[in-house]
């Protein structure tokens, strides 16, 4: 059964593509490679013995994606991760944000109408609750106005295909990611910023490695415990699991309704100074960091309740704090140690 799978050379794509050909899928790529290099193809194939097809193309460009859809017409499913995603950015070139991940969206939607393809997985986030009135956070909660226009691209998002299927045969799935960290076990692919890190566990890897001076943590005066940001990290490998268990869903008929919504955390909430602590107990190494005033728009505290996707989705992330720092470590060491020899 064939998938496609967008933004599949990315960090989160790439490890749900292995995930996709261990189950027996068969996986083929699109990705414009404005984030990602066609090298995490090689792999993808050294992890799984399989090679996935790659096409390089822009899935906002509506031609080139018309025309690939008319050249795969046996797609079954597709799981959409293609978009730009750093916040900072998308407050700076919020046209570029707006065009990149919604007209990408709908010309995958209008593809999937004209070629018939029923089934989607979306990428969306937790970023849709902002700072929620209730914790943890259900997917009954109210979504708030978003913080940043590429918070605003996932809510628009969601009403886009939730507006679609109501006129379609289509059905689609709605992942909520919490915080995705780690690495594939193997070490063979990672999470790749490029430049400078906005996110705190390529920045900690980063700064212990010796690419960064200093990790700055952004304010310890929060309303939490010790003073630091809560977040619910979770390993990048159980959310790429959760999207092999929503397209078999999708496949095998056992959507209750043409739209679901699902939140893919772990439950539990962990401030940065904990995610710091953790990382020094696995590594070994003591963290260079200093702390420093609060980041603007960040909220305080945000954790999952992943009931229902426990429950009805039939997933539950499996990896502790630990194991996610670990594996995050061993991806940045290992990667260090290919990009000598190169
Ligand atoms: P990523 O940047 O590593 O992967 C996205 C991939 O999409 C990249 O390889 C990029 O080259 C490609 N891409 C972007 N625009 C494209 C276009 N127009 N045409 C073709 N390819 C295009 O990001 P990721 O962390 O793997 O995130 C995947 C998805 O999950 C995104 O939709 C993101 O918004 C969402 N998400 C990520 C996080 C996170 O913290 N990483 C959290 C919540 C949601
Ligand atoms: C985590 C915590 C920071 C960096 C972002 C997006 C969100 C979603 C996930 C896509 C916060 C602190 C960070 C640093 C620090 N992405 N921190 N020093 O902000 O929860 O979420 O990624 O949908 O939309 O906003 O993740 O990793 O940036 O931060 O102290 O150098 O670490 O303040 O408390 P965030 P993050």
């Known amino acids: ?137 259900s997917e009954q909660a109210a979504v708030k106005k978003a913080e940043s226009p590429y918070g605003n691209t996932k809510q628009i998002s969601e009403e886009i295909i939730s507006d679609t299927i109501r006129t379609s045969g289509l059905k689609a799935i709605a992942l909520r990611y919490f915080n995705p960290i780690g690495a594939h076990p193997t070490a063979l692919i990672g999470e790749l910023p490029l430049g400078v890190p906005n996110n705190l566990m390529p920045f900690i890897t980063q700064t212990a490695i010796g690419i960064r001076p200093q990790l700055r943590v952004f304010g310890n005066d929060y309303n939490t415990p010790d003073g630091t940001a809560i977040r619910d990290y979770i390993h990048v490998v159980d959310l790429a699991k959760a999207h092999v268990i929503s397209v078999q869903r999708m496949i095998q008929s056992r959507m209750k309704k043409p739209f679901e919504i699902f939140n893919l955390g772990t439950g539990i909430g962990y401030s940065v100074m904990d995610v710091i602590r953790s990382f020094e107990k696995v590594s070994g190494e003591r963290l260079n960091y200093i702390v420093v005033d609060r980041r603007e728009g960040d909220v305080e505290q945000v954790w999952a309740n992943p009931q229902w996707s426990n429950t009805e989705l039939g997933w539950k992330a499996e990896k502790n704090l630990d194991e996610m720092t670990y594996s995050a470590w061993k991806w940045e060491q290992a990667y260090k140690k290919r990009s000598r020899k190169q």
């Open 1 to 137: 059964m064939k998938i496609l799978v967008t933004g599949g050379t990315g960090y989160i794509g790439s490890h749900t593509a292995v995930e996709l050909q261990q189950e027996g899928f068969e996986v083929v790529i699109v990705d414009n490679l404005s984030n990602s290099s066609a090298g995490v193809i090689d792999s993808i194939t050294a992890i799984t013995g399989i090679r996935p097809v790659l096409e390089v193309f822009d899935l906002a460009d509506y031609k080139k994606t018309m025309d690939f859809f008319q050249r795969h017409s046996d797609i079954q499913g597709i799981i959409h991760f293609a978009a730009y995603k750093a916040v900072g950015e998308s407050v700076e070139q919020p046209l570029m944000y707006y065009r990149n991940n919604l007209v990408s969206l709908m010309n995958i939607l209008e593809a999937m109408n004209s070629q018939q393809i029923p089934n989607l997985v979306f990428s969306s986030s937790c970023t849709v609750y902002g700072q929620p009135d209730e914790l943890p956070v």
